[in-house]
Structure formats: structure tokens, C-alpha cells
């Protein structure tokens, strides 16, 4: 648990400085940012990560993520943190006073959620894809610059994710002896960002705003993220990462609907680097482009400034899945054809990658390929048992709020005789439809939860709160305070239930735990490199020497003469 709050210090002292950066960088050039930003660390965190993920990505093509990057990057850092040290001071002061007028109950709150997210990042990486390729994706890392076709040794290796790259960077790159490989730092940092944001946000609105409803939207967000991604917490995962920064950006743009053009480049630089941390993030670019479209005046301009931006953003992430699968992006693109024909992944295990992903979210049990040919009407009863009980919660919230939102829109143009224009340019519903369309979206390409919590909670939040907007405030504080007390009592019976595990306190104190053990076998060689493989039954490699794979193809082979010079298929 030391250790976990030393790397959290670490990953956020580095986050702040370059988000300080960015947040003169954009005012100096653009104008004003949106005062809920500049006055949240935690945001300020997110961005500066988001440049951190931007520029690891450069550099990974020509060095490895090991020592020297991490000391350099580190220092550039502190430079940055010592440059702005009068705003820094002024933004720890706000802090502060922003927290007294949350009040203590939501101190009290938050004290709770960071204790219980802090017995959860000590836990072993439990996600089974980590064990999969996720642990040896950060070696990889770790170990040499980005390596061409890596994906032809196994397909999940080319699943190009920026927050694999964050992960390499907050991880010791050459372990001590006997100690784990401390990979929970990434995932962790972001639930608690966004815990201390969202707690935070909400008793302010519940004391001193004029806007309860807000604080139901974010207290709800932290209390249904957790339900449903708490066992994962302590797993280097790329969705939980995407959420987070999804929430944090729907929290933002209802906070503060019309964006200058500052803002609009920084909401516009965070829902791109969620795309380069999962793909299903994609429709989250739709947040900052529609958000540039009003006021008229101007439009285009924000507009073509913001595609520029986004572009930017994204560059690095493409080059990147260019070397390592030969694709623009793997395995989605792969109908375009390979970039590269001579690390190219084989199109029949892109094939089998891209049909791994929309079946196995249909039918997650194990019994995936039988979905391939199945209607709507005979894999959605199985996938609906398949869910876990907080997941059907979610989805049942999300859809019985299209349905009042529906009845509220009827209401609203039938019986009060609103424009349909006035609703239209109405913010707060502009950006259910957009969740709603993400939802859409996520259902007919691979529905996975862990792909859309993002959309889904923000709309199952969300319909409810834009009907209850015209209420009282005096109603609005009532459920809000009654929201913070359930959330107060989940948090506390988490905690109760994580520390009556035997030996959590005394055996994580100092280390998180370690990746599960698991054994492989050398299967073949690659050049002079013995190729290790995933024992049976689930061909998992853990955290174990490099390379290793869940199945070695005859037809692989070195480019060269050393790993780093990377692999190609050659077919017979």
C-alpha cells in the first residue's frame, strides 16, 4: 500500500506538471479555459497524462520505456511544476478551499472510496486478459523500442492501447529481485481521480450550487463504475482507463456546455486520447466536435482547429499500429489492407482477432463461436444471463430512462408546446443523444460491457437527472444527499468486506501483489530466441521471460537476427 501511494504521487506530480503546461500552452494561444478545469488538479492531471501518453508514443519508436525515458520525462516534469510554481500554489490554495466547501460529509465520503480503491490496487491483477498478453505487452515495452509485427508472435499484442504505454512508464522497468511488477499504478491513479473530482463536485453543488442535480450525476458515476469495475482495479486495463476519462469529460461539458475554443482543443485532446487508449471510445470524438458547432459565428474555424488537434493526437497511436501490425488499426481496418506488407499480420488471424472481439462479447462464457451465425433473437436471451448482476442493473437503469426520456419529450412538445428547436439546441439532452448513439454503437459492434460503461452509465444517469432539472432545488438536494449517504454506506461495506480478508493489511503493507504464477514450456524457436508458450488450458503467459505466445505458428520468424528487429509470417 506504501508503494501504491508513492506511484500514485509519482504518476500525478508528473501528470500536473505537464497538465500546468498545457493549460498555459492553450490560454496563451487560444484564451480562457472553463474555470471548473482550471481549478480541478485533478483534471489538470488527466490532460497532462493525456500529453504524457502523447509523447511516450513518440519516443517508444526509437527507445524503450525503461530507466532513462522515465528519468528524463520525470525531470521535464518538475521543470515544468518549478516553472509554474506560482500557479501551482494557487491552485493547491483553491484546492483546498474547494474541499471545505464540499463539507465533511463529503470528505468523509471520499476518505472512505480512496481506502477502499486503496486495498483494490494492492490486489493481483485479476482481468484475465492481463495474464494474456497485457503483462507481456509491458515488457515488451519495458525491454526494447516498438517492435515491427509484434503481432504476428500473438494478435493481442498488436491491440496497440496508449494506457499500456502509461502503465510501462509508471512501472519499475527492471524489477528488484523478488519484487512484482507493479503494474496497478494506471488504472488505480484513475479511479481516484475521478473519485476525488466527482465527491468533491458533488457536495459543492449540494452546499453552495444551484445546480443539485449535478451532484447526483457525479456521485451515481463513481458508485456505478465501481459496481461494475471494481474487481478490476488493480489490473493494467485499457476499458476501466477509457471510462474514467469518459465520465470525467461528461462531468465537464454539463458543467460548462458552450466551450470556448481553449477548452474545446482540451476536451478535444482528452476524448482522443481515450480513442488511443481503447477504440471503442470513438464516438466520445463526437462530444468536442458537436460542442464546436454552436455558436455560428466561428464554426468553422473551431472546427477545423479541433480535427487538426485531434489529428495530432492521434498520429503517434496510428504509426504505432502501423509497425506493430502492418495496419492503420488493428484488427479494425483490416478490410483497407496492410500499410506494410512485410510485417503485415496474416489476414486469416486478423480475421480470427476481429471475430474474437464481436463474438465473444455476444456470447462471453467461453462458448463464443457458436454466436458467429445466430440472429439477435437467439444470442441476446444468453448474453443477457451471462451478465454480471450490477452490469443488468446498468442496463436496465439505461433502458427504462429511454423510456421516460421519451415520455418527457412527448410531454414536453405535445402538452407544453416546446419548440422542437429549443429542445434541440438544449446541451444536456445534445449530449444523451450522443450517448445514446455511443450505446447504439457499441451494441451493434461488440457488446462487451467493459467497452461502453462510459456511454452507458452517463445515459442511464443522465435522463432521469435532465427530467428531475425542473424540479425544486430543495428536491434535487434531498436525493442528492441521500445519494452521498448510500454511497457513504457502499464504500464502507466494501471496505469492511476487502480487510476482512485474511492477511490484507500485513501482507500488502509495503508491495502490491504480484501476477498469479503460471507455467509455460519452451515451444519452438524464433532465430537463436526459445519461444515459450502458455500452458494448457488457457495458454496464459503472465508475466514470463519474453517471447512467449499461446500458440507458435510454423511460419514465424525473425526479421533479423535480434527481437527488436521484430516478426513476420511467412506462408508456405
Given at each position: 500500500?506504501?508503494?501504491?501511494?508513492?506511484?500514485?504521487?509519482?504518476?500525478?506530480?508528473?501528470?500536473?506538471?505537464?497538465?500546468?503546461g498545457l493549460e498555459k500552452l492553450l490560454k496563451r494561444i487560444w484564451g480562457p479555459l472553463p474555470r471548473v478545469?482550471?481549478?480541478?488538479?485533478?483534471?489538470?492531471?488527466?490532460?497532462?497524462?493525456?500529453?504524457?501518453?502523447?509523447?511516450?508514443?513518440?519516443?517508444?519508436?526509437?527507445?524503450?520505456?525503461?530507466?532513462?525515458?522515465?528519468?528524463?520525462?520525470?525531470?521535464?516534469?518538475?521543470?515544468?511544476?518549478?516553472?509554474?510554481?506560482?500557479?501551482?500554489?494557487?491552485?493547491?490554495?483553491?484546492?483546498?478551499?474547494?474541499?471545505?466547501?464540499?463539507?465533511?460529509?463529503?470528505?468523509?465520503?471520499?476518505?472512505?472510496?480512496?481506502?477502499?480503491?486503496?486495498?483494490?490496487?494492492?490486489?493481483?491483477?485479476?482481468?484475465?486478459?492481463?495474464?494474456?498478453?497485457?503483462?507481456?505487452?509491458?515488457?515488451?515495452?519495458?525491454?526494447?523500442?516498438?517492435?515491427?509485427?509484434?503481432?504476428?508472435?500473438?494478435?493481442?499484442?498488436?491491440?496497440?492501447?496508449?494506457?499500456?504505454?502509461?502503465?510501462?512508464?509508471?512501472?519499475?522497468?527492471?524489477?528488484?529481485?523478488?519484487?512484482?511488477?507493479?503494474?496497478?499504478?494506471?488504472?488505480?491513479?484513475?479511479?481516484?481521480?475521478?473519485?476525488?473530482?466527482?465527491?468533491?463536485?458533488?457536495?459543492?453543488?449540494?452546499?453552495?450550487?444551484?445546480?443539485?442535480?449535478?451532484?447526483?450525476?457525479?456521485?451515481?458515476?463513481?458508485?456505478?463504475?465501481?459496481?461494475?469495475?471494481?474487481?478490476?482495479?488493480?489490473?493494467?486495463?485499457?476499458?476501466?482507463?477509457?471510462?474514467?476519462?469518459?465520465?470525467?469529460?461528461?462531468?465537464?461539458?454539463?458543467?460548462?456546455?458552450?466551450?470556448?475554443?481553449?477548452?474545446?482543443?482540451?476536451?478535444?485532446?482528452?476524448?482522443?486520447?481515450?480513442?488511443?487508449?481503447?477504440?471503442?471510445?470513438?464516438?466520445?470524438?463526437?462530444?468536442?466536435?458537436?460542442?464546436?458547432?454552436?455558436?455560428?459565428?466561428?464554426?468553422?474555424?473551431?472546427?477545423?482547429?479541433?480535427?487538426?488537434?485531434?489529428?495530432?493526437?492521434?498520429?503517434?497511436?496510428?504509426?504505432?499500429?502501423?509497425?506493430?501490425?502492418?495496419?492503420?488499426?488493428?484488427?479494425?481496418?483490416?478490410?483497407?489492407?496492410?500499410?506494410?506488407?512485410?510485417?503485415?499480420?496474416?489476414?486469416?488471424?486478423?480475421?480470427?482477432?476481429?471475430?474474437?472481439?464481436?463474438?465473444?462479447?455476444?456470447?462471453?462464457?467461453?462458448?463464443?463461436?457458436?454466436?458467429?451465425?445466430?440472429?439477435?433473437?437467439?444470442?441476446?436471451?444468453?448474453?443477457?444471463?451471462?451478465?454480471?448482476?450490477?452490469?443488468?442493473?446498468?442496463?436496465?437503469?439505461?433502458?427504462?430512462?429511454?423510456?421516460?426520456?421519451?415520455?418527457?419529450?412527448?410531454?414536453?412538445?405535445?402538452?407544453?408546446?416546446?419548440?422542437?428547436?429549443?429542445?434541440?439546441?438544449?446541451?444536456?439532452?445534445?449530449?444523451?443523444?450522443?450517448?445514446?448513439?455511443?450505446?447504439?454503437?457499441?451494441?451493434?459492434?461488440?457488446?462487451?460491457?467493459?467497452?461502453?460503461?462510459?456511454?452507458?452509465?452517463?445515459?442511464?444517469?443522465?435522463?432521469?437527472?435532465?427530467?428531475?432539472?425542473?424540479?425544486?432545488?430543495?428536491?434535487?438536494?434531498?436525493?442528492?444527499?441521500?445519494?452521498?449517504?448510500?454511497?457513504?454506506?457502499?464504500?464502507?461495506?466494501?471496505?469492511?468486506?476487502?480487510?476482512?480478508?485474511?492477511?490484507?493489511?500485513?501482507?500488502?503493507?509495503?508491495?502490491?501483489?504480484?501476477?498469479?504464477?503460471?507455467?509455460?514450456?519452451?515451444?519452438?524457436?524464433?532465430?537463436?530466441?526459445?519461444?515459450?508458450?502458455?500452458?494448457?488450458?488457457?495458454?496464459?503467459?503472465?508475466?514470463?521471460?519474453?517471447?512467449?505466445?499461446?500458440?507458435?505458428?510454423?511460419?514465424?520468424?525473425?526479421?533479423?537476427?535480434?527481437?527488436?528487429?521484430?516478426?513476420?509470417?511467412?506462408?508456405?
Amino acid at each position: 500500500m506504501l508503494l501504491i501511494i508513492v506511484f500514485w504521487a509519482w504518476a500525478a506530480g508528473v501528470g500536473l506538471g505537464f497538465g500546468l503546461g498545457l493549460e498555459k500552452l492553450l490560454k496563451r494561444i487560444w484564451g480562457p479555459l472553463p474555470r471548473v478545469l482550471t481549478d480541478s488538479p485533478e483534471l489538470l492531471i488527466i490532460g497532462g497524462l493525456a500529453i504524457l501518453a502523447w509523447l511516450v508514443a513518440i519516443l517508444s519508436f526509437s527507445l524503450p520505456v525503461a530507466l532513462p525515458v522515465q528519468l528524463g520525462i520525470s525531470a521535464l516534469a518538475i521543470i515544468l511544476l518549478v516553472a509554474n510554481r506560482a500557479r501551482l500554489r494557487l491552485l493547491l490554495l483553491s484546492y483546498g478551499g474547494s474541499w471545505q466547501e464540499a463539507g465533511p460529509l463529503a470528505g468523509l465520503l471520499a476518505g472512505a472510496l480512496v481506502a477502499l480503491l486503496l486495498t483494490h490496487a494492492t490486489q493481483p491483477p485479476t482481468f484475465p486478459d492481463s495474464a494474456l498478453y497485457h503483462a507481456q505487452f509491458v515488457q515488451w515495452m519495458h525491454g526494447y523500442p516498438l517492435v515491427p509485427g509484434l503481432g504476428n508472435l500473438r494478435g493481442q499484442l498488436a491491440f496497440n492501447s496508449h494506457a499500456h504505454l502509461l502503465t510501462a512508464f509508471f512501472s519499475p522497468a527492471t524489477p528488484l529481485s523478488q519484487a512484482p511488477a507493479f503494474q496497478q499504478t494506471v488504472s488505480s491513479l484513475g479511479f481516484l481521480l475521478l473519485t476525488l473530482h466527482h465527491v468533491r463536485r458533488a457536495g459543492r453543488h449540494l452546499r453552495v450550487g444551484q445546480r443539485p442535480w449535478l451532484a447526483s450525476f457525479y456521485l451515481g458515476s463513481v458508485v456505478f463504475l465501481l459496481m461494475t469495475m471494481r474487481p478490476w482495479i488493480s489490473s493494467p486495463l485499457a476499458d476501466s482507463t477509457a471510462a474514467i476519462l469518459g465520465l470525467l469529460l461528461l462531468g465537464l461539458l454539463l458543467e460548462t456546455p458552450r466551450l470556448l475554443s481553449a477548452g474545446l482543443l482540451w476536451v478535444g485532446i482528452v476524448a482522443a486520447t481515450a480513442v488511443t487508449v481503447k477504440s471503442s471510445a470513438g464516438a466520445m470524438l463526437l462530444w468536442p466536435l458537436v460542442a464546436a458547432w454552436w455558436p455560428a459565428q466561428g464554426r468553422w474555424r473551431r472546427l477545423g482547429l479541433l480535427l487538426g488537434v485531434i489529428g495530432l493526437v492521434l498520429l503517434p497511436w496510428v504509426g504505432r499500429n502501423v509497425v506493430l501490425s502492418g495496419y492503420l488499426v488493428y484488427p479494425l481496418a483490416g478490410q483497407v489492407g496492410p500499410v506494410v506488407r512485410d510485417w503485415a499480420v496474416p489476414p486469416a488471424q486478423l480475421a480470427a482477432d476481429l471475430a474474437e472481439i464481436r463474438l465473444f462479447a455476444r456470447r462471453p462464457l467461453g462458448d463464443w463461436p457458436l454466436a458467429a451465425k445466430q440472429p439477435l433473437g437467439q444470442w441476446l436471451p444468453l448474453w443477457w444471463l451471462q451478465q454480471e448482476p450490477a452490469d443488468k442493473l446498468l442496463l436496465l437503469v439505461a433502458v427504462a430512462g429511454i423510456g421516460l426520456m421519451l415520455g418527457w419529450l412527448m410531454w414536453q412538445l405535445v402538452v407544453k408546446r416546446t419548440a422542437y428547436s429549443a429542445l434541440i439546441k438544449r446541451p444536456d439532452l445534445t449530449l444523451y443523444l450522443l450517448l445514446l448513439l455511443g450505446c447504439g454503437s457499441w451494441f451493434v459492434a461488440a457488446p462487451a460491457m467493459r467497452f461502453a460503461y462510459a456511454y452507458l452509465i452517463g445515459a442511464a444517469l443522465l435522463s432521469p437527472l435532465i427530467i428531475a432539472r425542473g424540479l425544486p432545488i430543495r428536491w434535487g438536494r434531498v436525493g442528492g444527499w441521500s445519494l452521498c449517504a448510500l454511497s457513504l454506506f457502499y464504500a464502507l461495506n466494501g471496505l469492511r468486506h476487502e480487510l476482512a480478508k485474511p492477511d490484507t493489511l500485513t501482507t500488502r503493507l509495503t508491495w502490491p501483489a504480484d501476477y498469479p504464477a503460471v507455467r509455460t514450456r519452451v515451444a519452438g524457436h524464433a532465430g537463436s530466441y526459445p519461444v515459450r508458450m502458455g500452458a494448457w488450458p488457457n495458454s496464459r503467459c503472465g508475466n514470463a521471460l519474453l517471447p512467449c505466445t499461446d500458440s507458435l505458428s510454423p511460419g514465424l520468424q525473425l526479421r533479423g537476427t535480434t527481437l527488436c528487429q521484430g516478426f513476420r509470417m511467412v506462408q508456405d
